[in-house]
């Protein structure tokens, strides 16, 4: 089965490749630096032909609210327009667990946006719904550093090794279109404040940790459910601390 990724250069995008290879699909990575961009429409047509599934893991280059808004919307509208053509049966994207919570996010508005357009498309389609990645965790953190402290809300968090999200969202990709979403996140569930507390600490990390409940994730103040999932999640087996230990020793 040919699929394609757009955003296939990324970090969940290069995992999926290498999957769905393994699986023995004709995977193809779409990207601007392969001579595909979803903002121009550059490559889009050739590099879908003969196509059954797209998968949509790309990301955008800022995150200020205006233009990540701008960036979903535009890279999904040219996407979903060179899909109907070429006869596309399953478009696959992957968005975040809690972006219906937190709307007032500007990313998170983006990606409701993004899978907005992809249900009303009328091209079978499945939301695959991720905690926060990983490898991800570094840059929550630098986000939310102030001097020498991190400032962090005591809410639950449950974030995702990204090889298992890659995982999750090619087995979807090659099932049957759910026309809905499935959630995905890691197998354990703490307070935001706690894990990064640990985590700077396994990091060596000299930075202090100070629990705050008006501490903003990315600019607004998250409920104390809203980056995690409801029940019927699936769920990793990678735990953080040995994911660290085992990219530490890469
Ligand atoms: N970070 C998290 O914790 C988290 C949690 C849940 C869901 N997600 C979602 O996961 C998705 C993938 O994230 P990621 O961290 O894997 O992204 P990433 O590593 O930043 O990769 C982004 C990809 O998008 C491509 N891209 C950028 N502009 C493009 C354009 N105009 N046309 C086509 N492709 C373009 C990039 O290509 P180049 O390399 O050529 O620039 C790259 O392949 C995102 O949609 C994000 O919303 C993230």
């Not at 969940?12 to 903002?39: F, M, W």
């Not at 507390?197 to 008006?214: N, S």
Request: glycine letters at 12%; hydrophobic letters at 40%; a negative charge.
């Amino acid at each position: 089965m040919k699929v394609v990724v757009i955003g296939g250069t990324g970090l969940i995008g290069s995992k999926l490749v290498a999957k769905l290879g393994e699986h023995g699909h004709e995977a193809v990575a779409a990207a601007p630096s392969t001579g595909v961009n979803t903002l121009t429409g550059e490559g889009l047509a050739e590099v879908l032909a003969g196509a059954q599934v797209v998968i949509d893991v790309s990301n955008s280059p800022s995150f200020e609210p205006a233009a990540v808004l701008k960036f979903f919307e535009t890279s999904t509208r040219n996407l979903l327009a060179a899909e109907a053509p070429a006869g596309v049966g399953h478009h696959v994207a992957l968005s975040v667990v809690g972006t219906e919570r937190m709307p007032e996010n500007g990313y998170f508005r983006a990606k409701i946006a993004q899978e907005q357009l992809i249900e009303s498309s009328g091209i079978p389609f499945s939301l695959v719904h991720a905690t926060q990645f990983f490898e991800f965790v570094r840059g929550i953190a630098d986000e939310s550093t102030d001097g020498n402290t991190v400032r962090i809300a005591p809410v639950l968090f449950q974030p995702i090794a990204g090889e298992e999200v890659a995982q999750a969202v090619g087995r979807v990709a090659v099932g049957q279109p759910l026309n809905g979403r499935v959630e995905v996140a890691g197998p354990e569930q703490s307070r935001m404040d706690e894990f990064f507390r640990d985590a700077l600490a396994a990091w060596g990390d000299p930075r202090t940790v100070v629990t705050d409940p008006q501490a903003r994730y990315y600019g607004s103040v998250p409920g104390e459910r809203t980056l995690v999932p409801s029940e019927g999640a699936t769920l990793g087996k990678i735990r953080y601390r040995d994911w660290l230990g085992q990219t530490a020793a890469k």
